[in-house]
């Protein structure tokens, strides 16, 4: 999957390239009618290449930020056996590794993190290894099997999908206006009309993808604690949180029902509501 993936991408960018290049160096260009198979291809791939290299950075950047170390032996060997539980995918290629102390002023200190990279493949950060140990086993198994359908389920690769049709929608129209523009062509005016308005459209994805990032925490906390019988950990883990100086400041964007929806996450009275619900 991740394989084909990187070939598109690399096969768009080389496309919009030479695209481009194409028409910069004043090279004939065709009829629109001829050329919108083309221009749909390059726009359409050089978009998903676009999206996926903005995704590609966010996490390298998380990952620099975070400086990981490797955790202990026994962790790593306790966290690929709750992989394995849950039927994870060769738990033994999932890069595991602990953030530096930088992290804990930006995560709970016993939170975790799911990354998914193009160049480093699946990685599970935990904050703090000292505190993961300090948790209890039904803890510790919601909190690695919440990361891991987060895995699973490609909720990562989801996002960057709907962020390259949003990148769609912003950039198509100027595969359109190069050679609109180039050959003296009124219809210009027209894409430029629709790239204005592929603005207005992101900003309404932006509530969107956190509509949808919601959605996917909610999932992976109801099939983390299902598949691994253990909502009553996730229960005490979200507890936890609620006592976490970092998540107590979160906790207050919670207040308002418009924050809310600039929120990524559910807020943690709703999670341990919905995993009181899976307990019954």
């Not at 998914?116 to 209890?136: C, D, H, V, Y």
């Not at 989801?158 to 949003?166: D, E, L, Q, R």
């Not at 990032?213 to 909502?231: K, T, V, Y």
Request: hydrophobic letters at 50%.
């Amino acid at each position: 999957m991740f394989k084909r993936f990187q070939r598109a991408v690399s096969c768009g960018l080389l496309l919009s390239v030479v695209f481009v290049a194409s028409e910069l160096l004043g090279v004939e260009s065709p009829s629109l009618a001829s050329s919108l198979p083309w221009i749909l291809l390059c726009g359409g791939l050089a978009s998903l290449g676009m999206a996926a290299l903005f995704g590609e950075l966010v996490v390298l950047w998380r990952a620099w930020f975070l400086r990981g170390r490797e955790l202990s032996p026994e962790t790593q060997q306790e966290i690929r056996g709750i992989l394995a539980e849950l039927g994870f995918n060769k738990p033994e290629t999932v890069t595991l590794f602990e953030c530096a102390p930088v992290g804990g002023k930006l995560y709970p200190r016993h939170g975790a993190l799911s990354l998914l990279s193009l160049i480093k493949g699946r990685q599970i950060a935990l904050t703090s290894q000292e505190a993961f140990n300090q948790l209890g086993r039904d803890e510790k198994r919601f909190l690695i099997g919440h990361e891991a359908v987060h895995i699973m389920r490609r909720h990562v690769l989801k996002m960057v999908i709907f962020a390259a049709f949003g990148a769609w929608l912003v950039t198509m129209p100027l595969f359109f206006l190069v050679p609109l523009y180039m050959q003296g062509s009124p219809w210009y005016l027209l894409f430029g009309l629709n790239m204005a308005i592929g603005y207005l459209v992101m900003g309404i994805a932006f509530f969107a993808s956190m509509y949808i990032s919601r959605a996917n925490e909610r999932q992976a906390d109801r099939e983390g604690a299902r598949f691994l019988n253990a909502a009553d950990g996730g229960v005490a883990l979200m507890k936890r949180f609620k006592e976490d100086p970092v998540m107590q400041k979160v906790v207050v964007a919670y207040t308002s029902k418009w924050r809310q929806l600039l929120l990524p996450h559910p807020s943690l009275d709703e999670r341990i509501a919905l995993l009181e619900g899976e307990m019954r």
